[in-house]
């Protein structure tokens, strides 16, 4: 199991948004958590008394379901105390949302550590994820813990606005993503759940910067992800939606559909006059 990130980092390169590309995607956490109070002292700069979005540890009683699970499927890659090998990086010390974000959207483990990891469906179920995200967290605080979104307070025109600055110059406005450079891309954003894109904000896995709390509040995040939820059932009220690609899909239908129909007609015309 390797993952390809170096989510320490606090660094901003070009706003984008996370790759999330997420198939295999996981319901909420049903679980109840408890926070250390190491745990909570690293969430210090992330929990700012704001009720948008509320950070959760993942359960103190999975260590030792996590450490079984983790040292057959990811020790291979990261060593047994999640120190990292040649095979893949240090994970101690990076948060649960990040160990959390690669495990419950399929990229992780990965098969191949020398292409990108793409979403796919997860390979564990919600208990056994957070039992790897509680083993990795006990080795070392740090991090932000697993972000959970108060969908109803966020607003979704300023998520849009939001979105439209930092996220849709590598995933498109429309979240359906696009290539970037170096055989790399963004991924689509259909479908993620809201802890996913909260998490990916909040973290930058891959190539994505990560938005830390001193550049994107919590109240902010929250609206893109209501916007990113949002996008999953768009209003179209221009009519067909024609995958949401944007204008060349649209022109193309409408010269293959306009122009075909006129020279139809012509033919038709033609074989009339005859």
């Known amino acids: 199991?390797?993952?390809?990130?170096?989510?320490a980092r606090d660094r901003l390169s070009k706003p984008i948004f996370s790759s999330i590309a997420l198939a295999g995607i996981v319901g909420g956490i049903g679980v109840a958590t408890f926070s250390s109070p190491s745990a909570a002292a690293a969430q210090s700069s992330y929990s700012t008394g704001s009720t948008s979005i509320t950070y959760k540890a993942p359960p103190t009683n999975l260590v030792s379901e996590g450490k079984a699970i983790f040292e057959e499927n990811?020790?291979?890659?990261?060593?047994?105390?999640?120190?990292?090998?040649?095979?893949?990086?240090?994970?101690?010390?990076?948060?649960?949302?990040?160990?959390?974000?690669?495990?419950?959207?399929?990229?992780?483990?990965?098969?191949?550590?020398?292409?990108?990891?793409?979403?796919?469906?997860?390979?564990?179920?919600?208990?056994?994820?957070?039992?790897?995200?509680?083993y990795v967290v006990s080795k070392a605080p740090g991090g932000p813990a697993i972000p959970d979104v108060n969908l109803p307070s966020a607003s979704l025109s300023r998520g849009e606005s939001l979105f439209a600055t930092n996220c849709a110059a590598c995933h498109t406005i429309t979240g359906a993503g696009d290539a970037l450079a170096n055989n790399v891309y963004a991924p689509s954003l259909m479908p993620v759940d809201p802890t996913q894109v909260a998490e990916a904000v909040r973290t930058g896995p891959a190539n994505m910067p990560r938005f830390g709390p001193g550049t994107l509040t919590n109240a902010q995040v929250a609206d893109i992800v209501k916007y990113v939820m949002y996008l999953h059932h768009p209003n179209n009220a221009g009519g067909i939606a024609l995958g949401h690609v944007g204008p060349v899909t649209e022109g193309f239908i409408g010269i293959l559909v306009g122009l075909g129909a006129v020279m139809l007609f012509g033919f038709w015309i033609g074989g009339r006059s005859h």
């Open 1 to 7: 199991m390797k993952f390809s990130i170096n989510a």
């Open 74 to 134: 990811c020790a291979s890659c990261h060593g047994g105390l999640a120190q990292g090998s040649a095979r893949g990086p240090n994970l101690q010390g990076l948060g649960a949302a990040t160990i959390d974000f690669w495990v419950s959207t399929g990229r992780m483990p990965l098969a191949d550590p020398t292409i990108q990891a793409i979403q796919k469906p997860s390979r564990f179920n919600r208990q056994q994820t957070l039992a790897i995200d509680s």
